[in-house]
């Protein structure tokens, strides 16, 4: 039985900053931001955004009545939580309207939990083929302000279906993993923004897919000849490129050309949106499924995963025929036009009006965001959301 990714759906928040912008507000050359890191716009979340509006936008435009009966599964996969005990797929199961014979839970290891997520709805289908996951993947990535982190802050949400006989792409066996216990990246519970040693990150990010890259040929004895193309976690889009570079080697030009193109092809959304953290790597897939031109039924692509702290897998899958008529390019499109640009000053005033932290009652502008979940509130320390259909 083939099991995958049946549906995709995104979401980002109506904001951005221009990347030239800020590299001139932070006495940086553009050429850095831009090329360099590879980021032309960031998204910025208002404060009515948090990570279950984002995932509930996501998922809503995707989801049927037909899914909403099937879903047995919810697994959200964040590193942005509300709530230290509840966990934030509970809020989007009713925020979907979801049936109440479903099993909602959260998952934590940094950018990871969208790809630990997507695993374990494998096996759930594999134990009920009926039934279908919906997989989350939302984040709002900070790092503060004036930080070298900051150019690569962003936000948004992926939603996943995950079913037997999927539309898009049928994730083979074998994955390979591997963990170790690294302070690369993380975020101690009292910090609302994350602490990093930026260059280690990068050494760790690139010898982690050489150690998943080595283990999967060794088990499937597949080389870079058998991907049409291959996707990276996309904290910022030159990342992937430097640990894709260190392996080209293995294969000849045409190999070369073929991977380095659909590389290109697999940032288009990510360099205007920035880091999602747990959804970066599927935002790339999307990216790569509704922007190439020439990737047929049938192939195979290669997907890193890597979360901070650290774990690491390298998976594939198998596009499935007709995978074009499940994606809605012309919808993204749309989304990521019609967003806002606001100035420095404005994102920077965004980033620094926090929510009440002793969870006295707060009412928010619900009305200055066109997202049709929002976070309306607090009150009497419950965080109060509102679907406006
Ligand atoms: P930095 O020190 O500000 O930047 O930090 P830099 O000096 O290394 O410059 C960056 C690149 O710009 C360099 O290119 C420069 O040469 C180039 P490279 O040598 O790397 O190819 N450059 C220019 N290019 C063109 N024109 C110019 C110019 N000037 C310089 N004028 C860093 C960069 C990414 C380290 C920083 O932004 C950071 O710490 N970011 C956050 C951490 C991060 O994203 N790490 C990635 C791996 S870890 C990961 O992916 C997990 C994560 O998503 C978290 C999770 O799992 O939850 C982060």
Not at 152 to 158: C, E, K, R, S, Y
Request: net charge negative; proline share 4%; glycine share 8%.
């Amino acid at each position: 039985m083939q099991i995958g990714i049946d549906k995709i759906g995104f979401y980002t928040p109506h904001l951005y900053v221009d990347m030239e912008k800020l590299a001139l507000a932070r006495n940086e050359d553009p050429g850095k931001f831009l090329i360099g890191i590879g980021q032309e716009k960031m998204a910025v979340a208002p404060v009515t955004q948090d990570a279950v509006t984002l995932a509930a936008n996501a998922a809503l435009e995707i989801l049927t009545d037909e899914d909403k009966e099937k879903i047995d599964f919810v697994i959200f996969g964040t590193e942005s939580g509300v709530d230290h005990s509840k966990a934030a797929a509970i809020y989007v199961h009713r925020l979907l309207g979801l049936k109440p014979e479903v099993r909602a839970v959260e998952v934590k290891e940094a950018c990871f939990g969208a790809t630990a997520g997507l695993q374990m709805a494998r096996g759930h289908i594999a134990l009920h083929p009926e039934s279908k996951v919906l997989v989350l993947g939302s984040d709002i990535s900070r790092y503060g302000l004036n930080t070298s982190g900051e150019v690569t802050q962003g936000a948004g949400a992926v939603a996943m279906v995950v079913s037997a006989h999927p539309k898009i792409l049928a994730i083979e066996e074998p994955s390979v993993y591997h963990t170790e216990d690294i302070m690369d990246f993380w975020r101690p519970v009292y910090s609302d923004s994350a602490y990093v040693d930026g260059k280690f990150s990068n050494e760790k990010y690139i010898s982690f897919f050489q150690n998943v890259w080595k283990q999967y040929r060794e088990k499937t004895g597949f080389t870079l000849s058998d991907f049409k193309a291959i996707c990276f976690h996309m904290p910022y889009t030159k990342m992937g490129l430097k640990a894709l570079r260190t392996v080209l080697d293995e294969t000849d030009e045409d190999g070369r050309e073929r991977l380095l193109a659909h590389y290109e092809t697999s940032k288009s959304y990510n360099k205007i949106v920035g880091n999602i953290y747990t959804g970066a790597l599927y935002l790339s897939l999307l990216s790569l499924l509704e922007q190439n031109t020439n990737i047929e039924a049938g192939a195979r692509i290669g997907l890193y995963s890597y979360g901070s702290g650290a774990v690491g897998e390298f998976f594939s899958g198998i596009l499935q025929p007709g995978y074009r008529k499940a994606l809605q390019p012309a919808r993204h499109q749309q989304m990521l036009e019609a967003r806002k640009e606001i100035s420095v000053a404005e994102y920077e005033a965004i980033f620094t009006t926090s929510l009440p932290n002793d969870g006295s009652a707060v009412t928010l502008p619900v009305n200055e965001d066109p997202a049709t979940v929002c976070l309306a509130g607090i009150e009497g320390h419950k965080r109060q959301y509102v679907n406006k259909n």
